[in-house]
Structure formats: structure tokens, C-alpha cells
């Protein structure tokens, strides 16, 4: 025997509010409001950690500049500077590099080599200030234009020997404004 279909035996009145109820669910469905699933949690969001903290700096240079040139060419070098470690340090020793106006390098008047290495006795202190240092006759040019530190040898009071790059010497601004090698 054949079913009757429901929509059929219905009243117009009661058929246009039953096809309004589905078409309304199959909307809500559609759009995503209406789910039949259990509500998930969304996932956690992975979070970026900071990145480290950088090194305190060994050494703050407040003053570097190479002397002006004597007569014979001969060149030194002043230098200020403060610890900026946590230890009393003994030794300082500065590597050094010299360039000409062409930006090629002037080499140690001393040794011939293209480093010249500038050391000072301490102590320092943590925080102390050098105060002004002066090498004489480094180099040997009448064109020597500037200086870099390339890295600091530290030797502390109880002995221990630590080598620090260039990045681990922080320049102070203005501090070597008679000395650009850029």
C-alpha cells in the first residue's frame, strides 16, 4: 500500500509553517550556527617566546681616538672606557685595527702586523672609568684615518683570561666622532 506523503495531509496554513521550519533549520545548518556536535574548544594558540636577553657589555668605550699624525708619520692612540663586567679586572688588552684614508689597513708599527694590541693595567672595578689612555707611536702613516677595536682581552684579578668580540664593547655615542672609519 502507498503512503500517504504528511505534506499533503496537512492544512495549507499548518504545510507553509512546517516548509518555513525546514527551510529556516537547513539555513541555520548551512551558515554553521546550528551544530549537532558537541562544542569543542578551540586550540591553543602557540605563544613566541621573547628572545634572550643580550650580554651585558664588557667594556663601554666613552672616548677613542688616534692621535694626529707627527712629523715622521709616527700615530698613537687615546682610549677611555669603563668595566662593565661584574669582576675586578687586572688587564686590558685592545685588538686593535687601523686604516688609512683608502681604507686599507695600517699595519703595528711594532710587530708589522695588521693588529695592534694596546694593554693597560688595572685594576678596574666593576663600573670604574679608565679614564684617559694614551699609546704612543702604534702605527706609522701620514694618512692614518681611524681605529676599530675588534675585540678586548680581559685578564681579572683572580687570573681568569676571557676574550670578548667587538659586539660585547659598547660604543657610547659621540664617543668616537674623530674617529669614523665608515
Same mark, same amino acid.
Given at each position: @500500500?502507498?503512503?500517504?506523503?504528511? !505534506?499533503?495531509? !496537512?492544512?495549507?496554513? /499548518? &504545510?507553509?509553517? $512546517? *516548509?518555513?521550519?525546514?527551510? #529556516?533549520?537547513?539555513?541555520?545548518?548551512?551558515?554553521?550556527? !546550528?551544530?549537532?556536535?558537541?562544542?569543542?574548544?578551540?586550540?591553543?594558540?602557540?605563544?613566541?617566546?621573547?628572545?634572550?636577553?643580550?650580554?651585558?657589555?664588557? !667594556?663601554?668605550?666613552?672616548?677613542?681616538?688616534?692621535?694626529?699624525? /707627527?712629523?715622521?708619520?709616527?700615530?698613537?692612540?687615546?682610549? +677611555? $672606557?669603563?668595566?662593565?663586567?661584574?669582576?675586578?679586572? /687586572?688587564y686590558? @688588552?685592545? /685588538?686593535?685595527?687601523?686604516?688609512?684614508?683608502?681604507?686599507?689597513? =695600517?699595519?703595528?708599527? *711594532?710587530?708589522? +702586523?695588521?693588529?695592534?694590541?694596546?694593554?693597560?693595567?688595572?685594576?678596574?672595578?666593576?663600573? &670604574?672609568?679608565?679614564?684617559? *689612555?694614551?699609546?704612543?707611536? #702604534?702605527? &706609522?702613516?701620514?694618512?692614518?684615518?681611524? $681605529?676599530?677595536?675588534?675585540? =678586548?682581552? #680581559?685578564?681579572?684579578? +683572580?687570573?681568569? =683570561?676571557?676574550?670578548?668580540d667587538?659586539? *660585547?664593547?659598547?660604543?657610547l655615542?659621540?664617543s668616537?666622532? +674623530?674617529?669614523?672609519?665608515?
Amino acid at each position: @500500500m502507498k503512503m500517504a506523503n504528511p !505534506l499533503r495531509t !496537512l492544512t495549507s496554513a /499548518k &504545510q507553509s509553517l $512546517f *516548509r518555513s521550519t525546514i527551510m #529556516l533549520i537547513t539555513a541555520i545548518s548551512l551558515t554553521g550556527c !546550528l551544530s549537532l556536535s558537541t562544542k569543542t574548544e578551540p586550540e591553543p594558540v602557540a605563544e613566541v617566546p621573547p628572545p634572550p636577553a643580550l650580554p651585558k657589555p664588557a !667594556l663601554l668605550i666613552s672616548h677613542m681616538t688616534p692621535e694626529t699624525p /707627527k712629523a715622521r708619520g709616527d700615530v698613537g692612540a687615546y682610549i +677611555d $672606557f669603563i668595566n662593565g663586567t661584574d669582576l675586578t679586572v /687586572k688587564y686590558v @688588552m685592545f /685588538k686593535t685595527t687601523a686604516y688609512d684614508h683608502n681604507g686599507r689597513i =695600517v699595519p703595528s708599527k *711594532r710587530s708589522g +702586523d695588521p693588529n695592534t694590541w694596546l694593554r693597560v693595567a688595572g685594576p678596574f672595578a666593576p663600573g &670604574q672609568a679608565s679614564g684617559s *689612555r694614551h699609546w704612543e707611536q #702604534l702605527w &706609522q702613516n701620514h694618512n692614518l684615518r681611524c $681605529f676599530e677595536i675588534e675585540g =678586548v682581552e #680581559l685578564i681579572y684579578l +683572580d687570573g681568569m =683570561v676571557e676574550f670578548y668580540d667587538a659586539d *660585547r664593547i659598547a660604543i657610547l655615542p659621540g664617543s668616537d666622532s +674623530d674617529n669614523s672609519c665608515s
